[in-house]
């Protein structure tokens, strides 16, 4: 069974367009993440929810928009790509109390042309 | 603003050898310090932690270093192996939760 699984895998897209990757975890946590993995390997986090509640929201261009429909997922839609999104997108869980112990997806690779 | 750094940026150790890569950070109120191991084409997945109140922590060829009053971490793979060639990821957490990455390194081991 996959503990943190995303959809799809990859993403190839022209710039302007609007797309969503989708992320479910079956692990019981309470908490979920969005992070972004640049060319560099760079992580960063994007957003954080806890319980369907946003807890972390960094500095994205309010063209992110994260859904979390219940605790198990949490999607991330991306309005007007931009050549900049080109990235590998991470979902990651925890439990609140231990959220240095993150159990990552497998990315989705996203290419904007 | 990059709240963890991370050296080197890459390294070769030849198998059997020791792998030592070194974090440092400014924020004391960082209260958990994990290491990630990630495989190309993969996530990143959690190899060990530590807690700043512990100066040392082993798991297997594992270990992480600890120095509080210096701000610096380190890991040591011991007796490297091949299939630990992958790119290793310091971090920090704070009392949101919130996970802070060093910039990461590849590490390479030779046959």
């Known amino acids: 069974d996959t503990a943190v699984s995303q959809t799809p895998k990859y993403l190839v897209t022209q710039m302007g367009n609007d797309k969503s990757i989708k992320c479910e975890q079956n692990?019981?946590?309470?908490?979920m993440y969005w992070y972004k993995q640049d060319s560099k390997k760079f992580l960063k986090i994007m957003f954080s929810?806890?319980?369907?509640?946003?807890?972390i929201n960094e500095t994205v261009p309010n063209r992110f928009s994260p859904k979390s429909p219940d605790k198990a997922h949490l999607n991330l839609h991306i309005n007007s790509l931009e050549l900049g999104d080109s990235a590998v997108y991470f979902c990651?869980?925890?439990?609140?109390?231990?959220?240095?112990?993150?159990?990552f997806g497998p990315g989705t690779r996203l290419t904007v042309t | 603003q990059q709240q963890v750094k991370q050296s080197p940026q890459s390294l070769i150790v030849q198998k059997g050898g020791i792998s030592i890569i070194n974090c440092a950070y400014e924020?004391?109120?960082?209260?958990?310090f994990p290491w990630y191991q990630q495989f190309p084409g993969k996530g990143p997945a959690l190899l060990i932690a530590?807690?700043?109140?512990?100066s040392e922590k082993k798991e297997g060829r594992f270990t992480i270093s600890f120095n509080k009053s210096a701000k610096q971490f380190s890991l040591h793979i011991m007796d490297s192996q091949p299939g630990d060639s992958a790119t290793y990821f310091c971090?920090?957490?704070?009392?949101?939760?919130?996970?802070?990455f060093g910039a990461g390194t590849q590490v390479v081991v030779t046959p």
């Open positions: 990651a869980s925890s439990q609140r109390g231990t959220s240095y112990e993150q159990y």
């Open positions: 692990l019981g946590h309470d908490t």
């Open positions: 929810y806890n319980n369907k509640e946003l807890i």
């Open positions: 924020n004391t109120a960082f209260d958990y």
């Open positions: 530590i807690r700043p109140d512990v």
């Open positions: 971090a920090a957490t704070d009392s949101w939760g919130k996970l802070q």
